[in-house]
């Protein structure tokens, strides 16, 4: 007999490496025991022309922007059992091979995804079926509930705000239904940095997004 279905949410601010981990995990959850799908959210934005705007500037960066009944209704066929289309999103994973890169990398070397698989392959047991979803924001308030009633597993990722700065600044741009996109100047700062706070601060003692999560 089969485990239950679990739906593992990857969230956190832009630039923190989700998908970066998220490329790794079919190397780590392996058949028999392990089926694994991932989920990019990225692959399910509206249409860049109903996208709103903060700061006179256009918001690929908050919940609104995402259409969160087309992302449910997939992971809902999932859950019943069905195969979901896994996007245009797919990040090869990439390995840090120096000090250089353990940064932009997060440390993820071969041997590291190695031991995981190698410590993950002893927990013997039924076959189980792992929807994870990769998403800047998949369970803050703005996110509808019967989406979040979906989540097994949350799971935020973070960065300070200088380190995560540099990264999204540091992308050359980003590929939408539409074509290319790049950030405006000012755009971490306008609309990420704020999105992100105003959506996580909730979690964290006296509201401060680089503190500590507040255990209540």
Same mark, same amino acid.
């Given at each position: 007999? !089969?485990? !239950? ?15 970066? &981990? !998220? ?14 799908? &991932? ?14 705007? =903060? ?16 992302? +449910? ?8 059992? @069905? ?12 390995? #840090?091979?120096?000090?250089? +890169?353990?940064?932009?990398? @997060? ?9 995981? =698989? ?28 019967t989406f979040r009633s979906l989540? #097994? ?10 380190? !995560?700065?540099?990264? =999204? ?20 700062? #306008? ?10 601060? @909730?979690?964290?003692?006296? +509201?401060?997004?680089?503190? +500590?999560?507040?255990?209540?």
């Amino acid at each position: 007999m !089969a485990s !239950a279905p679990l739906v593992i949410a990857l969230s956190g601010l832009s630039s923190t490496g989700k998908s970066t &981990i !998220a490329s790794h995990l079919p190397s780590i959850f392996t058949p028999p025991y392990y089926h694994l799908t &991932i989920l990019h959210v990225d692959d399910f934005y509206k249409p860049q022309t109903e996208l709103p705007y =903060r700061a006179g500037l256009l918001d690929w960066d908050c919940a609104a922007s995402i259409d969160w009944h087309r992302l +449910e209704t997939a992971v809902r066929k999932w859950k019943d059992g @069905g195969e979901v289309q896994e996007g245009k999103v797919n990040p090869q994973p990439q390995f #840090s091979t120096s000090p250089s +890169e353990e940064k932009d990398l @997060g440390g993820i070397t071969q041997t590291l995804v190695q031991d995981l =698989r190698d410590e993950i392959s002893k927990i013997k047991g039924p076959p189980r079926r792992i929807l994870v979803l990769d998403g800047f924001l998949l369970f803050t308030p703005s996110v509808p509930s019967t989406f979040r009633s979906l989540l #097994s597993l949350k799971l935020l990722l973070r960065a300070p705000y200088t380190e !995560a700065k540099e990264r =999204r600044e540091a992308r050359s741009g980003y590929d939408t239904m539409e074509g290319w996109w790049e950030d405006p100047p000012g755009y971490f700062d #306008s609309v990420v940095w704020p999105n992100y706070v105003e959506e996580n601060r @909730g979690w964290f003692v006296d +509201e401060s997004v680089d503190g +500590e999560v507040d255990d209540e």
